[in-house]
């Protein structure tokens, strides 16, 4: 098969063999998937494939760790305390950003298989694994000195994000904007958030309380 120039649109051979691990999710059980399916998918030989990949685990965690770190959620600086304070504007920025785009959508889309009936155990833990990590790196913190608390939202917080892409494909016919942009849903993200930040919780609300007096 010749090879792509590099100044077509044709996408390079490793992000193909990703996408076409999405589309074959989407359309089988991951136990079911072959090399061969994703070499045909791809339109890619097999040579090119062991390049890149030791095997169809290897591709997977690829995929699914793409996924998620070029999410413009995970790539964002943390809001400063006094941008939280502007807590509708931020949880309204981050909401639109999540569902309006077709690109987001799609991202969503594709985890939201991995939570799904087509997955396995070793997808959902890879999944985790990979959320947890990029929450870590999100929110600076150092995998060596985690306190029990963070500890235990980091998990937690995780297990939640697995909840809501199980259940996605039922949202995303149900859900508005307006019900994802409720205040009480943007006052317990932040108070996730700032759990598991470097923010001191009390000092936060004293201000916003503060504020209002």
Request: charged residues 30%; aromatic residues 8%; negative net charge.
């Amino acid at each position: 098969m010749p090879r792509p120039r590099r100044d077509s649109n044709v996408p390079p051979a490793k992000q193909r063999m990703e996408d076409a691990f999405w589309e074959l999710l989407a359309d089988r059980e991951y136990r079911r998937i072959t090399v061969t399916d994703v070499v045909r998918k791809a339109q890619v030989n097999r040579n090119s494939f062991y390049y890149h990949f030791s095997g169809l685990p290897e591709l997977a965690d690829a995929a699914i760790l793409a996924e998620i770190k070029t999410s413009p959620l995970m790539q964002e600086v943390p809001p400063s305390p006094e941008e939280q304070e502007h807590l509708k504007e931020q949880w309204r920025k981050h909401v639109t950003q999540l569902i309006s785009t077709p690109r987001e959508r799609e991202r969503l889309n594709r985890l939201a298989m991995l939570a799904g009936p087509h997955s396995s155990p070793e997808l959902v833990e890879s999944l985790r694994d990979f959320e947890r990590l990029s929450l870590m790196e999100m929110l600076e913190l150092d995998p060596e000195r985690i306190d029990l608390k963070t500890d235990l939202m980091l998990d937690f917080t995780v297990g939640g994000l697995l909840t809501v892409l199980r259940r996605w494909p039922e949202l995303r016919q149900s859900a508005s904007i307006k019900d994802l942009l409720n205040e009480d849903v943007a006052v317990l993200a932040l108070g996730i958030y700032l759990s598991m930040s470097k923010e001191n919780m009390l000092d936060y609300w004293n201000r916003i309380f503060n504020k209002r007096q």
